[in-house]
């Protein structure tokens, strides 16, 4: 079994940070399939030979990944590419996704 582990600090109230953990979940559910619930301030995650969590709390944002033996062989790519989503969506003073492209149009 392959694990990931992320912790990303950020600066953004709770709740601003929950809709760009949405954004990131539904990112990460096209691209990888997976379903996913709430729980509280924890965005659990699963499908065939996937599970994780994405925990909110008020200074940073955690994901837990652990990838069953078929896909352990993409663990780098896919720990590169939910991290640079992590610092896109939770850069110190970001928006998320869905509210740049609002305020935009």
């Known amino acids: 079994m392959a694990d990931i ?49 994405l925990a909110l709390t008020k200074g940073d944002v955690t994901i837990d990944v652990r990838l069953g033996l078929l896909l352990s062989a993409f663990k780098g790519a896919m720990e590169e590419q939910i991290g640079e989503q992590l610092d896109a969506l939770f850069a110190s003073g970001a928006a998320p996704a869905k509210k740049a492209a609002k305020k935009k149009a």
Request: charged share 35%; aromatic share 6%.
């Open 5 to 53: 582990h992320i912790v990303r600090a950020h600066s953004m109230p709770l709740k601003k940070a929950r809709e760009a953990a949405g954004d990131l979940a539904v990112k990460l559910e096209d691209k990888f399939d997976l379903e996913s619930e709430w729980d509280g301030d924890t965005l659990n995650f699963q499908r065939p030979g996937v599970t994780g969590s």
